[in-house]
């Protein structure tokens, strides 16, 4: 790649990412179980989409872009309870799921049936209602279109009482 | 470029209507920087000797693996075939069809090639010639980029920042372009000022899209950064197209309801093209014959990149289809019997 692509690919990252998105509120110790949690998907690497979005991600937490997350990728039964309660105490479980579900359909256009029984998995952990999936999978595809109209409408429709839960992309298109 | 006095009076006065024009010195200057970035872009236009060469690598390479052309297109043709009754050749022989621009087509596909064989020995000629000398395509960006920054009325030493004392940008100042762009609402300009400058520097080879990827990610990139929504990346696209084109779609595409594109942004455009609403522009024949046989002629291009004479010859059969009394099934069978 040219040194000037280069610096406008990485231009690109920086006015990409998320002014306040949520996982800021994490230690940084809990911002890489954050991430760690979210390199259950498989192959982010293969995918320049979903490798972006995740840049992204880490960039919006104050976190290297360069960090490597991919040998992370399986976890006892106790590591992944301990993730699942750090999400769940922060709030962070809409965030997490919509994170995950955006990089999914990132690497793959539509939610392969192992990305589906994941987010089912995490759901059970979080104590999520399982047809908020539904929800989510239309936030993400709305907001990988850049639909910026229909992104509204819907934080607007179905979150307006999650405690501002999705301010950060409401910023994120307002700025 | 050959720009004679006249022409050159004409465009400045479609560049008098360029949406930026009526904005101050510094939006001016931003946005001219952020449009001088795909000029610098590795690959994005075709004037260094090393792009030819690499293209002539790549075509090398792909001559000892599988001809995709070869194998699917007796399929392509008997597909038209089948649905030929569909088509009103009447109207596409008297009104739109002029087959003789694709036979130009391949004959310059050809010269673009690197075979040491060909038939007429040009492509090698072509190729060798071009090394070393002024590359019209980057002629054509300096010119196009003059007229811009004359009709901004900003100091034509200016331009040479873009072309002779070019320095990359550090991240920094990327970001800086690219967050004022954003403040002064200049994205959708800009971005279909991209890619006609990227078509500029592929020598009027209309229609085809970007040839070089990076030009093509460069555009990508700026879409995601200015978050335009995936249906208004095609709008932009389509509306590029037909006016490199020059395609009278390009009014029908800017007067459509809903399009999210204003149509007295893109006047200078049409203006500067030349693009006439009421007549059959040039491009409008290839848009029309697109249209109905742009796969067939596709491949019959990319075929032809491999088998010259058997490209041309397919095409003059299709030629054939509509300016002399052929028995269309039987020409086409022999036609696919040539190619096999």
Redesign the interface.
């Known amino acids: 790649m040219?040194?000037?692509?280069k610096?406008?690919?990485?231009?690109?990252l920086?006015?990409?990412k998320f002014k306040n998105h949520p996982i800021n509120i994490l230690l940084d110790d809990d911002k890489i179980e954050y991430f760690n949690a979210l390199s259950i998907l498989k192959n982010i690497k293969d995918s320049k989409k979903a490798l972006e979005y995740f840049k992204i991600l880490l960039l919006s937490a104050d976190l290297d872009k360069n960090t490597d997350f991919s040998k992370k990728n399986e976890f006892s039964e106790k590591e992944f309870t301990k993730i699942m309660e750090i999400i769940s105490k922060n709030s962070l479980a809409l965030t997490f799921l919509l994170d995950f579900t955006i990089l999914a359909l990132k690497k793959d256009e539509n939610l392969k049936i192992n990305d589906k029984n994941m987010l089912k998995t995490f759901i059970k952990f979080l104590k999520i209602n399982e047809s908020e999936l539904e929800n989510i999978e239309k936030l993400a595809k709305f907001f990988i279109?850049?639909?910026?109209n229909q992104v509204l409408e819907f934080i607007d429709k179905n979150y307006k009482s999650a405690d501002k839960i999705f301010d950060y992309l409401i910023e994120?298109?307002g700025d | 470029m050959g720009l004679n006095l006249d022409k050159i009076q004409a465009q400045r006065e479609a560049f008098e209507k360029h949406p930026i024009g009526k904005l101050g010195l510094q939006e001016k200057i931003y946005y001219l920087r952020a449009l001088g970035?795909v000029l610098?872009?590795?690959?994005a236009r075709s004037s260094r000797p090393d792009d030819s060469k690499e293209e002539n690598g790549q075509e090398n390479d792909k001559r000892g693996q599988e001809n995709p052309a070869r194998t699917g297109i007796k399929d392509i043709i008997e597909g038209v075939l089948a649905g030929i009754d569909e088509f009103d050749i009447e109207k596409i022989k008297n009104d739109i069809l002029d087959i003789n621009k694709y036979i130009d087509e391949i004959e310059n596909a050809g010269a673009r090639s690197s075979r040491p064989n060909d038939a007429n020995g040009k492509k090698g000629q072509e190729n060798e010639g071009k090394k070393g000398q002024e590359n019209p395509a980057r002629t054509g960006e300096r010119e196009y980029f003059k007229l811009l920054i004359d009709s901004f009325g900003i100091k034509d030493d200016f331009i040479i920042e873009f072309f002779d004392e070019f320095e990359?940008?550090?991240?920094e100042e990327?970001?800086e372009i690219?967050?004022m762009i954003k403040v002064f609402k200049l994205e959708k300009v800009l971005l279909l000022e991209v890619l006609i400058v990227s078509y500029i520097g592929e020598e009027g080879h209309v229609g085809i899209g970007f040839s070089y990827p990076?030009a093509r990610?460069?555009f990508y990139?700026l879409?995601?950064?200015f978050?335009?929504?995936?249906?208004d990346v095609e709008e932009i696209e389509l509306l590029a197209k037909y006016i490199d084109f020059k395609s009278k779609k390009a009014y029908e595409v800017l007067r459509k309801d809903g399009f999210s594109l204003k149509f007295g942004d893109f006047e200078y455009l049409l203006k500067f093209y030349n693009i006439k609403e009421d007549k059959f522009n040039e491009g409008d024949y290839r848009i029309y014959f697109d249209e109905y046989f742009g796969e067939l002629k596709d491949d019959i291009l990319f075929f032809g990149e491999y088998d010259y004479e058997s490209g041309l010859k397919g095409l003059n059969e299709i030629k054939s289809l509509f300016f002399e009394d052929y028995d269309y099934e039987n020409e086409l069978n022999k036609f696919i019997n040539t190619i096999k």
Not at chain 1, 145 to 148: L, R
């Open positions: 040219s040194k000037l692509l610096t406008i690919k990485n231009a690109k920086e006015l990409l279109q850049n639909d910026k994120y298109y | 970035l610098h872009i590795e690959g990359f940008p550090d991240e990327v970001v690219f967050e990076n990610t460069f990139d879409c995601d950064v978050k335009i929504k995936d249906g």
